[in-house]
């Protein structure tokens, strides 16, 4: 069966400093990867995805950038973090084409 | 841009009754339909997917798609306290294009 890594589930980083999420996925080949952004009390906002290595897509212009190195994993990075860059982060996968995503376990992000 | 909007509730029912959840998009485009759960402090959980026009019925949960008038409904039987939860409707166009979220609807079910 497929599954979903996302680590860490919690992290505090000061203003300024870089960033870096990793997310994998298991038993499935050449996924659709996503990146999400959830603000406290607000709607999951897309950042990235990608439907294969080296192909991403950016829906939001930010500090962050995002990266596919292999094919079942999925990189989330900022160079300088910013206050607003807090929330919880979700990575997804899908199959392909118009099936359902689905989520890894988030990473509450809170930069002070 | 593409836009999928929800009323941001707080809906409240009574333990046993119909919560009916609503939601529009704006990509005439759209084909493929969802609606996910997500528990406060976790990542959304699918529930239901929906594709062609009509209703998609999974235990107490039942969706409807209307595309001609851009619209997906979830109506949840015999709501439980258990069923409080934000739940989130999706949405997505063709092959290659990512998955759009509406803000989500707040379900508050009394016991």
């Known amino acids: 069966s497929q599954t979903i890594h996302q680590w860490p589930a919690t992290l505090v980083q000061p203003v300024g400093s870089p960033l870096s999420l990793e997310c994998t996925v298991e038993g499935t080949s050449n996924p659709n990867l996503y990146w999400y952004r959830q603000a406290a009390g607000r709607g999951l906002q897309l950042l990235f995805y990608?439907?294969?290595?080296?192909?991403i897509s950016s829906e939001v212009p930010q500090n962050l950038s995002a990266s596919r190195p292999q094919d079942r994993q999925f990189i989330l990075s900022s160079k300088k973090l910013l206050l607003s860059d807090s929330g919880f982060y979700l990575c997804a996968w899908s199959v392909s084409g118009d099936t359902e995503a689905f989520f890894g376990q988030g990473t509450r992000l809170t930069v002070v | 841009q593409k836009e999928v909007e929800q009323n941001s509730g707080p809906l409240s029912v009574p333990e046993g009754a119909i919560a009916s959840l609503n939601c529009t998009y704006s990509?005439?485009?759209?084909?493929?339909f969802f609606w996910y759960r997500q528990y406060s402090g976790k990542s959304p959980e699918l529930i239901m997917s929906i594709y062609s026009n009509g209703d998609k019925e999974d235990g107490r949960f039942t969706a409807q798609l209307n595309k001609a008038s851009q619209y997906v409904s979830l109506l949840i039987r015999d709501s439980q306290p258990s069923d409080s939860a934000t739940y989130l409707c999706?949405?997505?166009?063709?092959?290659?294009?990512?998955?759009?979220f509406g803000k989500g609807t707040t379900l508050s079910v009394s016991s």
């Open positions: 990509d005439r485009g759209s084909q493929s």
């Open positions: 999706a949405v997505k166009g063709w092959a290659g294009t990512a998955l759009i």
């Open positions: 990608s439907v294969g290595i080296g192909q």
